[in-house]
T-cell receptor, first 114, second 110 residues
Framework: DQQVKQNSPSLSVQEGRISILNCDYTNSMFDYFLWYKKYPAEGPTFLISISSIKDKNEDGRFTVFLNKSAKHLSLHIVPSQPGDSAVYFC?????????????FGKGTKLSVKP | NAGVTQTPKFQVLKTGQSMTLQCAQDMNHNSMYWYRQDPGMGLRLIYYSASEGTTDKGEVPNGYNVSRLNKREFSLRLESAAPSQTSVYFCATVGQVGAFFGQGTRLTVV
């Protein structure tokens, strides 16, 4: 069974509107969740993270919300821009694990239409 | 540019051939990782090296070997390539919170 689930393989949003990408997890023993953005033919790049002791982290247009009781997190992008079109991965870093031993979801492809 | 450099960017192999994917980082990080990305599968960890001189298996190590040559370099070897190893391979190193990835190697095994 998947430890980190991104149930929506794709999402299409109009420019200027909000994009909400979702991620569910099963393992409560984590210290961070991280979001990565990936353009075609490039490596993933770190976008934003959230610590297990917080329920919200904001960086410019990007906000991540963590709901530990529901084992759910979401990434909000407001306002969405065409340059945000990419595949977004959420990744869990577990307590006691190697720092780079991240468990990735399968990704959500975001398309922002002008 | 500082970061993670992978070579080659593209490679086509015949079944049974061998090759080594090279990775180097100039971020002075201790740990390095090899992932593979397949359609609909996300990124899966093949092997990692927590520090120079150590290597450990990840989620999908079968068919691969690794060498941590020094602090900067971590190579991934396919001894006898199989079509199931057709994938995009990413090397990564880790900072305070998350991983920094190279640009990837697109490998096709025919």
């Amino acid at each position: 069974d998947q430890q980190v689930k991104q149930n929506s393989p794709s999402l299409s949003v109009q420019e200027g509107r909000i994009s909400i990408l979702n991620c569910d997890y099963t393992n409560s023993m984590f210290d961070y969740f991280l979001w990565y953005k990936k353009y075609p033919a490039e490596g993933p790049t770190f976008l934003i993270s959230i610590s297990s002791i917080k329920d919200k982290n904001e960086d410019g247009r990007f906000t991540v919300f963590l709901n530990k009781s529901a084992k759910h997190l979401s990434l909000h992008i407001v306002p969405s821009q065409p340059g945000d079109s990419a595949v977004y991965f959420c990744a869990e870093r577990s307590y006691g694990g190697s720092q780079g031993n991240l468990i990735f979801g399968k990704g959500t492809k975001l398309s922002v239409k002008p | 540019n500082a970061g993670v450099t992978q070579t080659p960017k593209f490679q086509v192999l015949k079944t049974g051939q061998s090759m080594t994917l090279q990775c180097a980082q100039d971020m002075n990080h201790n740990s390095m990782y090899w992932y593979r990305q397949d359609p609909g599968m996300g990124l899966r960890l093949i092997y990692y090296s927590a520090s120079e001189g150590t290597t450990d298996k990840g989620e999908v190590p079968n068919g691969y070997n690794v060498s941590r040559l020094n602090k900067r370099e971590f190579s991934l070897r396919l001894e006898s390539a199989a079509p199931s190893q057709t994938s995009v391979y990413f090397c990564a190193t880790v900072g305070q919170v998350g991983a920094f990835f190279g640009q990837g190697t697109r490998l096709t095994v025919v």
